[in-house]
């Protein structure tokens, strides 16, 4: 059984995504404030977390900032913030979907469901890129680096594997969109560009000279690298 745990001040808001997830299969945990969501957070281990970003102590933001020091939780935030520069700063931040209040208990509780199909869909396999200096373990859905696993997110993941498994093939947004999140993905173009940065940031030794993960000029992105096997 997965583990959610809900940080949300609004206690009707819980009550209704908590009856919708469990009634889906998920074991449920809240919290109304983020010091007490952080607390529940270090004791136990979570799936996913789903976190306002508008508490009344402290802001979803700099919440998502603690979860990512240690863990690569898969984060859905929820907040009344809707520009585009809203959403990139929280996957800046590390959030991995964005869902703008108010919003259906039926349409998160779907995301959730499809977000652990995707998770169940990977075939157990090591990918080793340049000798072992970049292993991509996907039973794990770990990252190494020169032999140091990294903090890497789960859409993260998912893009740096699907680019990986199409080595030297130019992939568009929309497919690599559609190749991860699904035909009825609800987020915008520019996600695969924030997580293409941020993902050049964590594995590149050069993030502007990528090795890996390069930019194919008026289509998208294709994967580089040499010496590459599957284990």
């Not at 789903?50 to 802001?59: F, G, R, T």
């Not at 898969?74 to 703008?100: H, P, Q, R, W």
Request: hydrophobic share 40%.
């Amino acid at each position: 059984m997965k583990n959610i745990l809900i940080i949300e001040d609004e206690e009707k808001v819980v009550q209704i995504l908590k009856a919708y997830l469990e009634k889906n299969g998920y074991n449920v945990r809240f919290a109304l404030n983020g010091l007490v969501g952080i607390k529940i957070f270090k004791e136990i281990k979570f799936d996913l977390i789903i976190l306002d970003l508008m508490l009344p102590d402290i802001s979803g933001e700099d919440i998502c900032k603690v979860i990512r020091e240690t863990s690569a939780v898969y984060i859905f935030m929820l907040t009344a913030k809707g520009s585009l520069e809203d959403k990139i700063e929280g996957l800046n931040i590390g959030a991995d979907e964005y869902l703008v209040k108010p919003f259906s208990p039926r349409e998160l509780t779907a995301r959730v469901n499809a977000l652990f199909r995707r998770f169940n869909n990977l075939n157990p396999s090591i990918l080793s890129l340049d000798n072992g200096n970049l292993v991509i373990n996907t039973e794990q859905r770990s990252v190494k680096v020169k032999d140091v696993t990294i903090m890497i997110t789960p859409n993260e993941f998912d893009i740096l594997y699907t680019l990986a498994i199409n080595k030297g093939i130019a992939l568009t947004r929309e497919q690599l969109i559609n190749k991860i999140f699904g035909l009825d993905f609800a987020g915008f173009d520019r996600t695969i560009d924030v997580h293409i940065k941020n993902l050049r940031k964590k594995i590149e030794e050069n993030s502007r000279n990528p090795r890996y993960i390069m930019t194919v000029v008026k289509t998208g992105y294709k994967f580089g690298g040499d010496n590459w096997c599957i284990a």
